[in-house]
Nanobody
Framework: QVQLVESGGGLVQAGESLRLSCAAS????????IGWYRQCPGKQRELVAT???????DYGDSVKGRFTISRDNFKNALYLQMNSLKPEDTAVYYC?????????????????WGQGTQVTVSS
């Protein structure tokens, strides 16, 4: 299928910035929608931002105006620019992609998740 690998997490202070990256790899695939989700300990995974193949974006209310999602279709890469970080942004951030992959003789849908990258914001 399609493998996703996130990078760019780390420890920063409140008000600082981080840029997350997600690299997609596989034999032959097409991504329709790709995005970022995050999960804090003891809480459900929540939407951070998504972007479609047409470039339409959607953001979670808590990150609007501070985070920017972008994608590079040629590199099969996804990015999340996070500015003005707050302690409540502390979480494991996951990359998710949905689309189709070619398996031998036909196309099949996929819904893949990366392993996550930790973002910690200190006050």
């Amino acid at each position: 299928q399609v493998q996703l690998v996130e990078s760019g997490g780390g420890l920063v202070q409140a008000g600082e910035s981080l840029r997350l990256s997600c690299a997609a790899s596989g034999r032959l695939f097409s991504i329709n929608a790709i995005g970022w989700y995050r999960q804090c300990p003891g809480k459900q995974r929540e939407l951070v931002a998504t972007i479609t193949d047409g470039g339409s974006t959607d953001y979670g209310d808590s990150v609007k105006g501070r985070f920017t999602i972008s994608r590079d279709n040629f590199k099969n890469a996804l990015y999340l620019q996070m500015n003005s970080l707050k302690p409540e942004d502390t979480a494991v951030y996951y990359c998710n992609a949905k689309g189709r992959y070619f398996s031998d003789v036909y196309w099949s849908p996929f819904d893949s998740w990366g392993q996550g990258t930790q973002v910690t914001v200190s006050s």
